[in-house]
């Protein structure tokens, strides 16, 4: 469905209930969070790093999807295939794609094909209440996978609370843009006393820029030119009921995408690839009153279908991956100051594929963890898990964190180790067609990624709203999994464990949140310095993925709400351990109006204002200065 079908689905969707602007209650304050430890806790004593981002910051900046969001947040590195959310991959303090743990109100969301899905997600953005994004291993907790770290999304249904009963809740945004672009949005709540009914749909697509090869030449398919074109389309359905002395929670969710994606896995010219994309989710959880979260049981399963057309005289690649996740844990405090908690998790998983074959496995695991208020100065945590796996074997994963608050000075140190058991495409990618020289090759021999990570840190918390902080780390890694040619005469790239990978780096980050009269600030700025040592450079002629990582990472937003006017701006510098650098700078300014008892606010926004060309991923490219206008609807 095209922009004016969409566009009168969302009128018509808006006109039960108006939407208000604000969350329903159940959200979680700025300072308190979940993701370090799985219980609600303030963010000072956790000893972690971790950045909190709501719905009200989703709304005022120029972003499409989760994953452009992504691209504000300190320390993450979304390194996107293509614009508004089309394909990116996820990295944390110089981490593959598959070493950073993507969490769906609590439920591990990575699919166990490839890394390169994770921005498939099945939720709108009008229905995610918060993003929590903790930096550092977290495996101890989590899981596999969380080597870099573990970025966690927030759903309003996932945060419900009996007892609100705040009635018809919701939002709806519309935009149109250059290039044919439509972007609708839209999600209604119902929250009665005992039940919350909430549902969400968004619809986006363009038909994209002309493409252009370097040397400015167009590119084309037979007599066609090509164009960045995609259409996507995500809908969920979630359910928050009060049942007995316990909150029943289950969600269902669907993405449909298609794109092209030229050049989104090569470099080749013979490259001119489409691709289509779905997403099935679906959650069950039965979680213990309180706000402490004592105990819970959740399952969740996804299933993701693939299909890839590398050009038109190649026959297409299908596939299709499923995963199914259970978890049981519960948190009890057991004496003044300290909290004991436990868990099991289990996961069976498989994929069916024309060039991967057919597979199919499970895992489980078992873990625990302490935090003790050592003093009123002092907070401790400690964790450990076990966990078997097809791709490892038994590995266990301790982690300890300190907190120490001096004032408004706190300092902070961790320690934790994590494994990464290779995926389905790092083991079994053998396609039989005729591809240039450089294709991939899995590799059914690769041991899997184990690493010790360690930081220090100093956080200051001056009056005034403002958040300061510095972050040493490093992470020693044995057999980083890469694709590697290992001499010049190499015709492919081979899945490969690299011997060993030094990462160290610094953090430092900045924020702001004022109140001045009618004026509301908000501001941030992060820098990322990133090193990599490999050990066996002088075995391999070249890698593919293991030195694309940003040495320099600079992002910074500014938002500020004045009265009836929001301008906001968001700019991200990046300069790669490969060496090519890039700067892209996004503007939104928006007007509310009255009308009657709703409000209308417009919007207009200039994506790389400074049009500038560039790629993230080899050469497939960037948007260049895409304009887009919008309204939303609120009461």
């Given at each position: 469905?095209?922009?004016?079908?969409?566009?009168?689905?969302?009128?018509?969707?808006?006109?039960?209930?108006?939407?208000?602007?604000?969350?329903?209650?159940?959200?979680?304050?700025?300072?308190?969070?979940?993701?370090?430890?799985?219980?609600?806790?303030?963010?000072?004593?956790?000893?972690?790093?971790?950045?909190?981002?709501?719905?009200?910051?989703?709304?005022?900046?120029?972003?499409?999807?989760?994953?452009?969001?992504?691209?504000?947040?300190?320390?993450?590195?979304?390194?996107?295939?293509?614009?508004?959310?089309?394909?990116?991959?996820?990295?944390?303090?110089?981490?593959?794609?598959?070493?950073?743990?993507?969490?769906?109100?609590?439920?591990?969301?990575?699919?166990?094909?490839?890394?390169?899905?994770?921005?498939?997600?099945?939720v709108p953005l009008s229905e995610i209440a918060r993003i929590e994004v903790l930096r550092g291993p977290a495996a101890a907790v989590y899981g596999p996978?969380?080597?870099?770290?573990?970025?966690?999304?927030?759903?309003?249904?996932?945060?419900?609370?009996?007892?609100?009963?705040?009635?018809?809740?919701?939002?709806?945004?519309?935009?149109?843009?250059?290039?044919?672009?439509?972007?609708?949005?839209?999600?209604?709540?119902?929250?009665?006393?005992?039940?919350?009914?909430?549902?969400?749909?968004?619809?986006?697509?363009?038909?994209?820029?002309?493409?252009?090869?370097?040397?400015?030449?167009?590119?084309?398919?037979?007599?066609?030119?090509?164009?960045?074109?995609?259409?996507?389309?995500?809908?969920?359905?979630?359910?928050?009921?009060?049942?007995?002395?316990?909150?029943?929670?289950?969600?269902?969710?669907?993405?449909?995408?298609?794109?092209?994606?030229?050049?989104?896995?090569?470099?080749?010219?013979?490259?001119?690839?489409?691709?289509?994309?779905?997403?099935?989710?679906?959650?069950?959880?039965?979680?213990?009153?309180?706000?402490?979260?004592?105990?819970?049981?959740?399952?969740?399963?996804?299933?993701?279908?693939?299909?890839?057309?590398?050009?038109?005289?190649?026959?297409?690649?299908?596939?299709?991956?499923?995963?199914?996740?259970?978890?049981?844990?519960?948190?009890?405090?057991?004496?003044?100051?300290?909290?004991?908690?436990?868990?099991?998790?289990?996961?069976?998983?498989?994929?069916?594929?024309?060039?991967?074959?057919?597979?199919?496995?499970?895992?489980?695991?078992?873990?625990?963890?302490?935090?003790?208020?050592?003093?009123?100065?002092?907070?401790?945590?400690?964790?450990?898990?076990?966990?078997?796996?097809?791709?490892?074997?038994?590995?266990?994963?301790?982690?300890?964190?300190?907190?120490?608050?001096?004032?408004?000075?706190?300092?902070?140190?961790?320690?934790?180790?994590?494994?990464?058991?290779?995926?389905?495409?790092?083991?079994?990618?053998?396609?039989?067609?005729?591809?240039?020289?450089?294709?991939?090759?899995?590799?059914?021999?690769?041991?899997?990624?184990?690493?010790?990570?360690?930081?220090?840190?100093?956080?200051?918390?001056?009056?005034?709203?403002?958040?300061?902080?510095?972050?040493?780390?490093?992470?020693?890694?044995?057999?980083?999994?890469?694709?590697?040619?290992?001499?010049?005469?190499?015709?492919?790239?081979?899945?490969?464990?690299?011997?060993?990978?030094?990462?160290?780096?610094?953090?430092?980050?900045?924020?702001?949140?004022?109140?001045?009269?009618?004026?509301?600030?908000?501001?941030?700025?992060?820098?990322?310095?990133?090193?990599?040592?490999?050990?066996?450079?002088?075995?391999?002629?070249?890698?593919?993925?293991?030195?694309?990582?940003?040495?320099?990472?600079?992002?910074?937003?500014?938002?500020?709400?004045?009265?009836?006017?929001?301008?906001?701006?968001?700019?991200?510098?990046?300069?790669?351990?490969?060496?090519?650098?890039?700067?892209?700078?996004?503007?939104?300014?928006?007007?509310?109006?009255?009308?009657?008892?709703?409000?209308?606010?417009?919007?207009?926004?200039?994506?790389?204002?400074?049009?500038?060309?560039?790629?993230?991923?080899?050469?497939?490219p960037m948007p260049g200065r895409w304009w887009l206008l919008g309204l939303r609807l609120a009461r």
């Amino acid at each position: 469905m095209r922009a004016p079908g969409c566009l009168f689905l969302f009128l018509v969707g808006m006109v039960p209930a108006w939407a208000q602007d604000v969350p329903l209650e159940g959200t979680l304050p700025d300072s308190i969070v979940v993701t370090a430890s799985r219980v609600p806790e303030d963010l000072r004593h956790t000893g972690r790093v971790v950045s909190v981002w709501t719905a009200r910051d989703l709304a005022a900046l120029p972003v499409s999807s989760f994953d452009e969001l992504l691209r504000t947040v300190g320390g993450v590195e979304a390194a996107a295939r293509g614009g508004f959310g089309v394909q990116s991959d996820l990295t944390m303090r110089g981490s593959t794609f598959n070493g950073v743990l993507v969490l769906l109100d609590g439920a591990r969301f990575n699919d166990p094909m490839t890394g390169h899905f994770l921005s498939d997600f099945p939720v709108p953005l009008s229905e995610i209440a918060r993003i929590e994004v903790l930096r550092g291993p977290a495996a101890a907790v989590y899981g596999p996978d969380a080597l870099g770290g573990v970025i966690q999304v927030f759903t309003y249904a996932g945060l419900w609370r009996e007892g609100h009963g705040a009635g018809l809740a919701g939002g709806g945004t519309a935009r149109l843009g250059r290039h044919a672009l439509y972007e609708v949005d839209a999600a209604l709540r119902r929250d009665g006393a005992r039940t919350l009914l909430s549902a969400a749909t968004a619809w986006q697509g363009s038909d994209g820029q002309p493409l252009t090869a370097a040397d400015g030449t167009p590119v084309r398919r037979g007599a066609e030119r090509l164009r960045t074109d995609f259409s996507r389309q995500a809908h969920t359905l979630a359910l928050a009921h009060r049942l007995g002395g316990a909150t029943l929670y289950g969600r269902a969710g669907v993405d449909d995408r298609a794109f092209n994606a030229f050049h989104f896995y090569t470099p080749f010219a013979s490259d001119t690839a489409r691709e289509a994309t779905t997403t099935y989710w679906a959650q069950l959880r039965v979680q213990g009153p309180g706000a402490d979260l004592p105990w819970e049981v959740q399952l969740s399963a996804r299933q993701h279908e693939d299909t890839y057309v590398f050009n038109p005289q190649t026959p297409a690649n299908r596939h299709t991956s499923r995963q199914a996740n259970l978890l049981a844990r519960l948190s009890r405090p057991v004496a003044p100051g300290l909290r004991l908690g436990a868990g099991l998790s289990a996961s069976v998983r498989g994929i069916d594929s024309n060039n991967m074959g057919t597979h199919a496995d499970a895992a489980a695991g078992a873990f625990a963890t302490a935090r003790w208020q050592a003093t009123p100065a002092l907070t401790l945590h400690a964790g450990a898990r076990l966990d078997h796996d097809p791709g490892f074997g038994t590995e266990w994963t301790p982690q300890v964190s300190a907190a120490y608050a001096a004032g408004p000075v706190i300092l902070r140190a961790a320690v934790a180790r994590a494994v990464r058991a290779p995926t389905y495409v790092e083991r079994y990618f053998n396609t039989t067609l005729a591809r240039p020289r450089g294709r991939n090759l899995g590799n059914s021999d690769l041991r899997a990624e184990r690493a010790w990570s360690y930081e220090a840190g100093l956080d200051l918390y001056p009056a005034g709203g403002l958040v300061a902080r510095a972050t040493l780390f490093r992470r020693d890694t044995d057999d980083l999994i890469d694709y590697v040619m290992l001499t010049p005469a190499d015709t492919v790239f081979l899945a490969r464990n690299v011997l060993r990978v030094e990462t160290t780096g610094l953090e430092l980050d900045l924020e702001a949140r004022r109140q001045v009269g009618p004026v509301r600030l908000r501001a941030t700025a992060a820098y990322t310095y990133l090193d990599a040592t490999l050990a066996d450079t002088d075995r391999v002629a070249r890698y593919k993925y293991a030195l694309t990582n940003a040495r320099h990472l600079g992002q910074a937003t500014l938002a500020v709400d004045a009265g009836a006017a929001t301008l906001s701006v968001q700019a991200l510098a990046k300069e790669r351990l490969a060496g090519d650098a890039y700067e892209v700078v996004h503007l939104r300014a928006a007007y509310r109006l009255p009308a009657g008892r709703a409000r209308l606010t417009l919007s207009a926004e200039v994506r790389n204002v400074f049009d500038v060309r560039y790629a993230e991923v080899f050469d497939a490219p960037m948007p260049g200065r895409w304009w887009l206008l919008g309204l939303r609807l609120a009461r």
